[in-house]
Nanobody
């Protein structure tokens, strides 16, 4: 299986910036699409941004122009640069990855990180 570990969360003032990182580890695997999701207290988890192995990206309308997703394939790591943060961005942010592995019979599977908390204050 593939494991994902997020880092970079914390507290920041509205208008500030933060960068999240997510590193994938495991045996004999290849990553396809990676993405970031978030969940606020009492709310459903929602897609924030995603990026394919070729670098194509998609963003939620609420973060377009403020957030940038990127990846380093050599490091199996995805990043989320968050600028112009708003109070409503406060949530636990989760990393997601679609992957294939020898142990999984080369079938497409997905993995989730444990989450990292982002708190934006006014």
């Amino acid at each position: 299986q593939v494991q994902l570990v997020e880092s970079g969360g914390g507290g920041v003032q509205a208008g500030g910036s933060l960068r999240l990182s997510c590193a994938a580890s495991g045996r004999d695997f290849s990553i396809n699409t990676m993405g970031w999701y978030r969940q606020a207290p009492g709310k459903q988890r929602e897609l924030v941004a995603r990026i394919t192995s070729g670098g194509s990206t998609n963003y939620a309308d609420s973060v377009k122009g403020r957030f940038t997703i990127s990846r380093d394939n050599a490091k199996n790591t995805v990043y989320l640069q968050m600028n112009s943060l708003r109070v409503e961005d406060t949530a636990v942010y989760y990393c997601n990855a679609d992957y294939r592995s020898v142990a999984g019979g080369l079938r497409l599977k997905d993995a989730w990180g444990q989450g990292t908390l982002v708190t934006v204050s006014s």
